[in-house]
Every structure is written in C-alpha cells, then in structure tokens.
C-alpha cells in the first residue's frame, strides 16, 4: 500500500513561512527519491482538482513551500503525490488523498473593509445562477507546463483574480406568490396542511372501502414558495435539499431532463430519483457508481416517508468499495433517500452495506 507521511496539516491562509516535508512509502518502506525525479502535488478541494504545484526533493523527501499556497483561500485541501520516473506514474497515497487545511486569519473575518470568498462559494453562486460550468473570466495567467497524458489534460495554473466589478442597482421586491396549500383551499378544499398533504396521496377503492395506497414515486411538482424548495412527490412524500435552499441547478427549475436514460447526473437531483423509481437506474448501477453524488447533502430531507430510514445505520450504504471517496462521503444519502421514498426495499438497502441498528 502506498502511504504519505506530512509534518504538519494546518496553517493559517496566506502563511508564507512553512516549508511541508512530505515523506512516501510502499508498505512500510521509505521510498528514495532522487531530485531526478519529476515530482507534482496536485491540489484540489471538494468540488474536484485546482491546480498543480511543482516540488523540490530533499534528503529523499518531497518538499511543498507554503508560498505556493500563498493565493488559496482558508478551505480544506486535498492533496495527491504524482511521481514521472522511466516511464512511470506513479500516485501517493493509493487510497484517498492527504487532508491539507488552511483556516482563515484575521484578515479573512467578515467586515466592513474586506470580504473573502472560497472557490467553492464561487462555484456554488455560479450554478444558483443557471450558468454552473461557465468559467469566470479574471486576468489572464502564466501558461502552465504540459501535464502528464492521461484522459484529460492538466489545466494550467490558476489565473489572477479579475478586478471588482460594479455593484448592480437594486431590484424591486417581488410579491409573495400563493403556496400550494392556498391554492388548494382556494380551490374550495378546506382542512389543514396535513390534509392537504393527505390529499395528494393516491387511493385505491376495494370492495366499497376507500383505503391507502403508497407507492414509489413516478412524477413530481415543484413549490418555491417555501424556503427551502420542496419537491412534492405523487406518493405523497416531499424532498428538500437545506445545504442549497434555493439552486435551480439542484432542484431542476429551468432544465429539462431525460428521464429515461439509465445513467445518474451530478444535477438535477430529482430526475436521478424518478429514473431509479422507473428502474432505468438499477441497485446495481448505483453500487459501481462515483463522483456524481456531491450535492447529496447529510441534510437531505425527505417530508413523509413511506420507509423508516432511522432503523438503519447508513454510513457504509454505498455498494462497491471505494465508490463513495470521490464524493467525500455523500453516496450514502443517495441510498438512504431511495430507501424512504420507497423505491428500494431493506433487501436493496442491506446489499448495499446499510446495517440494522440494535434495538
């Protein structure tokens, strides 16, 4: 097994003052390196991969000057170790990445005279506005070295943060719209919420007698006058993603989506749901599944479940080994939300490695 040794893994954003000296190891042998060798740190954060720093070798060991760091804001940083030597690529560690945090100085606080934001705010602005993916255009940056061939290429470094712009002139506040629940008393419905909720689960009648029928859902609505959205679902349950109260990009509003293709996509979330209930997503599909599960938040909530999900421990619910690092440990909701929504069975569930907790 391929391991990494590091002196230290906090410091304070824009500490220029430390040099990290970062020792590799197969089992439990040191690896000698030699300053030959073509040495890369590759740097990313949850979203995915930044950039690529250059080190130097020293006394067999990788050495990464924090100046490099200088322009990353306070965020937690994922490290990997790629080594070029006669022909080779080599990769430390082989499992997971080395976890490098830079926490905010005082400089970073929030206040009147300076406001800082993450990559991964900036991201997150970028897909609440419909255009995630597009990049933003700052100053142009020094053209980085080739990287290695692989699948993709290495983008270069990353370019100086663009001038800011000019504040906008405030809009008009919009009226408040009717909620579901309204429209449905205007209707000439009467009863509470709860009622209201009631009605929108199907009935079945046998034998003269009115009764219920749950089942796993097959369409669905979207209501933004909550906060944060809800999808209500035609079984009655309801979906809420907390962590992104107001994304269109997670919630689906603004984009149309294939419902019959048998693959998942990062965003929108609830056309993953419907396919899975439809079966054109399979248990087994999900087991072999990675990096497409990020905005599955643990504050995923689903409102009604027809399942009890609190029956079941759900941190290892993510089928194949492995599957579930790339997106940082979120895979498992996937699971848990199908479980409650009733499309996939305790059977499906327990496959998966969800684990019944002792009562």
């Not at 509003?253 to 899975?276: H, K, M, Q």
Request: proline share 4%; net charge negative.
């Amino acid at each position: 097994m391929r391991r990494v040794s590091i002196n230290d893994q906090i410091q304070k954003a824009r500490d220029t003052s430390r040099v990290y000296e970062i020792s590799l190891f197969d089992d439990k042998t040191a690896v000698k390196l030699s300053d030959d060798d073509n040495v890369v740190v590759k740097i990313g954060n949850r979203i995915g991969y930044l950039a690529d720093i250059e080190c130097d070798v020293k006394n067999e060991s990788v050495l990464l000057d924090s100046t490099k760091l200088a322009e990353f804001p306070a965020d937690k940083y994922r490290l990997e170790i790629w080594i070029e030597k006669e022909g080779r690529k080599y990769i430390y560690p082989d499992k997971d990445q080395i976890l490098l945090t830079l926490t905010n100085n005082l400089m970073d606080v929030e206040g009147d005279l300076i406001n800082v934001i993450t990559i991964e705010q900036l991201r997150k602005e970028i897909a609440e506005s419909g255009g995630a993916g597009i990049p933003v255009a700052g100053k142009d940056g020094k053209d980085g070295e080739q990287g290695p061939k692989g699948d993709k290429g290495d983008p270069g470094p990353q370019g100086e943060r663009g001038p800011a712009g000019i504040d906008g002139l405030n809009g008009h506040d919009g009226k408040d719209g009717k909620s579901a629940y309204q429209i449905w008393l205007d209707l000439g419905n009467t009863g509470s919420q709860q009622d209201f909720i009631d009605s929108l689960k199907p009935k079945v009648v046998e034998n003269n007698n009115v009764s219920e029928v749950r089942r796993a859902p097959t369409a669905w609505t979207l209501d933004r006058t909550t906060t944060p959205w809800t999808i209500w679902l035609d079984n009655g349950c309801g979906l809420q993603f907390p962590e992104y109260e107001t994304t269109g990009t997670v919630y689906g509003y603004g984009f149309a989506e294939n419902l019959t293709t048998t693959d998942f996509n990062s965003w929108p979330l609830i056309p993953n749901v419907i396919r899975a209930s439809r079966g054109a997503i399979t248990v087994e599909k999900f087991r072999s599944k990675s990096d497409v599960f990020d905005y599955w938040s643990p504050a995923t909530k689903v409102i009604n479940p027809l399942q009890n999900a609190s029956k079941f421990d759900w941190s290892n619910a993510f089928g194949n080994e492995g599957t579930n690092a790339g997106s940082y440990g979120r895979k498992p909701v996937f699971a848990r939300v199908m479980f409650e929504l009733g499309i996939w069975s305790e059977t499906d569930v327990l496959s998966l490695g969800a684990t019944r907790k002792e009562v």
